[in-house]
């Protein structure tokens, strides 16, 4: 009996989605259109389909198409996919152009206040994502993507990556555990994804195995340019080696605490008051610090519940942390409300650094406001406050002229 592949189980019908059926046989290759647009698409998606299937070299067997509103870049991973999954030899990719609003570049020192995660097998949330603002994007491969549609997240992020506008976000990619982890290096590096979250990092060795594999992927695809990385410390041998896997790279940019995972596997849960994960944070907090990274908190998972969000953003703030993960939209205004800097920071902030630049234009090797030395870290700290006065809408950015 001729097996019949799904791209997606036959019942999960999402929007601006789609499933792809195949049935390998030795007949002439015909495809099947179904479509709310039909009467508009139909054309088009089946000749979308042909081409897919002929970069894949697919000329016999049955393909079915239920459409439910995909874009053509979804559409294309889902055939890519369930094609792979009967002829998993098959090495061709079939990928959607690369927009040039998709090229951009991110920076070490950028501000990663807000990280927005985002299911990777869930499209229809990534379209708008950027409009949003939030620092960071987050396609995740790992803990949102069953078993089962490992391969198809993965395929769909990598066509994301190359199609949709960010709007100027960072381009982070949260990837699975272990082996998996390694192989949605493979799919996804070359199209400029401009940071990885590495899940469950419990020591040095794992952050050394990503590295490998970026340094080989990107020779193999003759690429220069960076990629960073923020390991995600989600059990207490993560959170003891927190020293170890901060050092742990040179392409660190941040260091993260999932506390749901964390406080699971120290045989508890997450409370308002937050005791159980104190010493967790601080570690981290202190980690980063050491070895001049982000430290970023975990998610606020009541999504309803603004106070509590703004409690947390604040015991934060407290503890050193420079942001936290969302899982929705609307969190991201008041995280970014919090971080930015009072008045009276920002005005402490502008005097150290026109202070600095008084004295470097004057070839002096000391800086002072009025009997007070300023050290060089202090310089940097007001720099930093005041590029998170600038995001934050709470200074003009040409303060300078301004005042």
Known sequence: MTKTFHSRPPNSKLK??????????????????????????????????????????VETGNVHVDDFGALPFVMMAHIEAVVKCAHPDIKAEVLPAFKVHAQYPSE??????????????QPKLFIN???????????DLEDSVPPNQKNLGRMIVRNALRVLDFFGSERMVRINQGELGLQDLEVILPHNVH???????????????????????????????????????????????AKEIAFGSKRNVGLSIGLEDYTADIGTQ???????????????????????LNPLNSVFSDVA???????YILESLELGFDGIGCIHPRQIKPIHQSFAPSSGEIEKAKQIIIAAETAEAKGLGVIAIGSKMIDPPVVKR????????????????NWRLID
């Open 270 to 292: 997450r409370s308002p008051e937050q005791k159980e994960s104190l010493f967790a944070r601080s570690m981290v907090v202190n980690a980063a610090r050491a070895a001049g």
């Open 16 to 57: 601006s989605d789609c499933i792809v059926s195949y049935t390998p046989d030795d007949n002439p290759l015909r495809i099947e259109i179904q479509s709310k647009v039909k009467s508009l698409f139909a054309d088009s998606i089946k000749d979308l389909a042909k081409n897919a299937l002929s970069e894949l070299r």
């Open 108 to 121: 070490r020192s950028r501000l990663r206040r807000s990280r927005l995660y985002l299911p990777g097998n």
């Open 382 to 397: 007001a720099e930093k406050t005041i590029r998170r006065a600038i995001a934050g809408n709470v200074l003009h950015q």
């Open 195 to 241: 940071t990885i979250l590495i899940p469950k990092a419990e020591t040095k060795e794992q952050l050394q195995a990503v590295d490998q594999t970026i340094d080989r992927v990107l020779k193999e695809n003759k690429l220069k340019r960076d990629v960073f990385l923020i390991p995600i410390l989600e059990s207490a041998l993560g959170v003891l080696n």
């Open 305 to 311: 519940n603004e106070i509590g969000l703004r409690q």
């Open 129 to 139: 994502a950027g409009l949003h603002q939030p620092d960071g994007v987050i396609l």
